[in-house]
């Protein structure tokens, strides 16, 4: 029996955005903040990225960052799910 890892988060900031970034061996996720500037109200949005060719990720704005990292989860477990199959052992 295997447990997957939970992310380990990494942040990172420059004046103009903040990021955190967790890097898996399929490819890396990231979660930004993005600040309306009319109503500077702090939204966020996340990314899978694949390689320099292949991005995922959401388009709405998320209102907080704790719900984009968990739909961050979300897809890592719907793309390693598809990587898994049940046996007989794992049935006990």
Known sequence: MYKIKT???????N???KTYTVRTPFGSYSVLKIVDNKSRIPKWRWEYCFDEYYD?????????LKEAK???WKHWIEK???CL????NSKK
Request: some cysteine; glycine content about 4%.
């Open 80 to 82: 390693l799910s598809n």
């Open 56 to 64: 995922e990720g959401s388009s709405e704005h998320i209102y907080s």
């Open 15 to 17: 004046n103009y955005e």
């Open 7 to 13: 992310f380990n988060w990494i942040y990172s900031s």
């Open 70 to 72: 968990e739909m961050c």
């Open 85 to 88: 199959v049940e046996t007989a």
